[in-house]
């Protein structure tokens, strides 16, 4: 099996041939895993492109430890749920592994970290232990060159502040990271222009406000704060990279995340580009847990690397991770 930072590197070798590689691995090495694949009659053996993999339902990571590794994992991350769900659990085995793509995710798309500004407005996710989001976003501003990068919780008025000394900075980067019912509280509260500011959403309402379409979220703080576009961050506790969208509700994954979209009424059917369905993900960082899943998205592929979220089935988890219904 190839090293951690290998499966990064998509110079050598393709992404289907490391794919087939760490379902190879993951079968040998994650018994609960195994077994599901068993039950469909699929292994190694029989899988010769990734459309032969076996996709897990996310779901799992509520009842079972999906965890492909022979030592205890270095840290677990926790959903953040609402009152009274089960939460999922993904153990992770090297931290350092989910530093690594995060980082050469946001390099992806947006550059060297150092050079950003980043304030992050994550009240529910600072408020509890285990988000992933909360250690990727410590990172970035741990890394960032500027003093004036750092977490907020409810002091609004204080972010207002220095987001309007910022904005009068037109060559200075900076990135305002917030959970969205926070985002709109703050827009609301202190709707101003913030000229020259990436303003980030990652997703989610926590019980504090009603679901929102997301071209109406997007056109309510584009107005409130007068810019041209909101990014979205499309993330989860069961994966350790990040899709990004830079405000034209296509997001766009990193070469060692895929997306495949799956028929909704026949999971191990996968329709074409441009037509709607389930969202399968194939996430490489996730060697040490599982990096084929089945989430509960709906979307629309464009291309190996862009993809569409329509919504979410039925019955399904409200989650926190970019997933308003158009």
């Known amino acids: 099996m190839r090293s951690d930072i290998q499966l990064f590197d998509d110079s050598v070798h393709s992404f289907e041939a490391v794919a087939l590689e760490v379902f190879r691995y993951q079968f040998d090495n994650n018994a609960f895993y195994r077994r599901f694949c068993e039950l469909q009659h699929k292994t190694p053996a029989t899988?010769?492109?990734?459309?032969?993999?076996?996709?897990?339902?996310?779901?799992?990571f509520k009842q079972q430890?999906?965890?492909?590794?022979?030592?205890?994992?270095?840290?677990?991350?926790?959903?953040?749920?609402?009152?009274g769900s089960i939460t999922s659990r993904h153990p992770v085995a090297k931290l350092s592994l989910y530093q690594e793509s995060f980082l050469r995710g946001f390099r992806?798309?947006?550059?060297?970290?150092?050079?950003?500004?980043?304030?992050?407005?994550?009240?529910?996710?600072l408020e509890r232990e285990g988000s992933s989001l909360v250690v990727m976003a410590d990172e970035l501003i741990r890394r960032s060159s500027y003093q004036e990068s750092?977490?907020?919780?409810?002091?609004?008025?204080?972010?207002?502040?220095?987001?309007?000394v910022l904005s009068r900075q037109p060559n200075r980067k900076v990135l305002l990271l917030g959970v969205?019912?926070?985002?709109?509280?703050?827009?609301?509260?202190?709707?101003?222009?913030?000229?020259?500011i990436v303003v980030m959403e990652t997703g989610g309402m926590k019980g504090k406000r009603k679901e929102m379409v997301r071209e109406e979220l997007h056109h309510t703080l584009k107005t409130a704060f007068d810019v041209p576009a909101i990014h979205s961050e499309y993330g989860m506790t069961e994966l350790l990279s990040q899709a990004?969208?830079?405000?034209?509700?296509?997001?766009?994954?990193?070469?060692?995340?895929?997306?495949?979209?799956r028929e909704m009424n026949d999971p191990l059917t996968y329709?074409?580009?441009?037509k709607s369905g389930g969202i399968n993900i194939i996430d490489l960082a996730n060697k040490y847990s599982c990096s084929f899943?089945?989430?509960?998205?709906?979307?629309?592929?464009?291309?190996?690397?862009?993809?569409?979220?329509?919504?979410?089935?039925d019955f399904s988890d409200v989650r926190g991770c970019n997933l308003m219904v158009e």
């Open 47 to 60: 899988a010769n492109c990734i459309q032969d993999i076996p996709f897990l339902p996310i779901e799992f």
């Open 65 to 83: 430890t999906i965890y492909s590794y022979s030592q205890e994992p270095e840290i677990v991350f926790t959903s953040s749920g609402t009152t």
């Open 108 to 125: 992806y798309f947006y550059g060297d970290e150092t050079e950003w500004t980043t304030l992050a407005l994550l009240p529910s996710y």
């Open 150 to 164: 750092g977490f907020y919780l409810h002091n609004y008025r204080e972010l207002a502040q220095q987001l309007s």
């Open 180 to 196: 969205t019912y926070a985002l709109l509280d703050l827009a609301e509260q202190f709707p101003q222009a913030l000229h020259h």
């Open 244 to 261: 990004y969208s830079k405000g034209n509700g296509i997001f766009e994954t990193p070469p060692w995340m895929r997306i495949l979209i």
């Open 271 to 274: 329709v074409e580009p441009g």
């Open 293 to 313: 899943l089945a989430t509960s998205d709906l979307g629309k592929q464009h291309g190996d690397h862009q993809f569409e979220i329509l919504g979410r089935f």
